[in-house]
């Protein structure tokens, strides 16, 4: 127990670092993270791999081990790993960390993983920006998951999100199947915060526009 708060206080430094960090810094702190990142994450008890997984798989009505999954922002791989749990087979991760990536690609579980940087470089598929981008990437009746923290950190960052979900389902991009609202999505790291950050997980089925 001591060894783990002790622990929890050392993600508390990085992830307050982490703040204040530009985009190229973030992924130094990534790359820097990658290697003990799940154990951190096993610490911190963050929910959203296994959330994800579940809130897709309850959702998802096709083969699973015929679907391809898109593992954006994929870091070390937990979320293929909890997919992999509920039959899910295909995979390709992106992330802009490379050394979260050569870790993703460890886990054997990636047909592909590739370098991309969300809001400069394109994903490896056809285009626009990022919310628009994971629902263009996707084929049309298939999901969309987007797990998000909530905390006094990120609140400008949900409020938009939660802006350009609504704007893109009112354009008729795609239709909401379901926000889930979870209290205990991880530990807080911050001092100011409550002992567990609570959290959103959202899923939207792609329509069948031209878009
Ligand atoms: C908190 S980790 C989540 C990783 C994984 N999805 C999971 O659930 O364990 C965030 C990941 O997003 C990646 N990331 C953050 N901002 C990014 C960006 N703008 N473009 C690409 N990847 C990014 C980081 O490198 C990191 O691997």
Redesign the pocket.
Known sequence: MASEVRKLNSIKVISSAQKEST?AD??DF?DKWAENYDTD?AILEFR??GLAADSVAASFTGDRGAALVLDV????G??AIQMKKHGFEHFVGV???KG?LELAKNTGLYEDVRH????DDELPVQWVRVTKELCKATKPGGLVCITTRNGQNNAEYTASLEQQLKLMEEEGLWSCVNVTEVKKFQRAVSEHEEAYLSGSVCLFRVSDVDQ
């Open positions: 985009a973030k992924m990534y994450v959203a791999p922002a994929c870091g070390t937990l979320a992330d802009g960390s979260m991309c940087m969300l809001g």
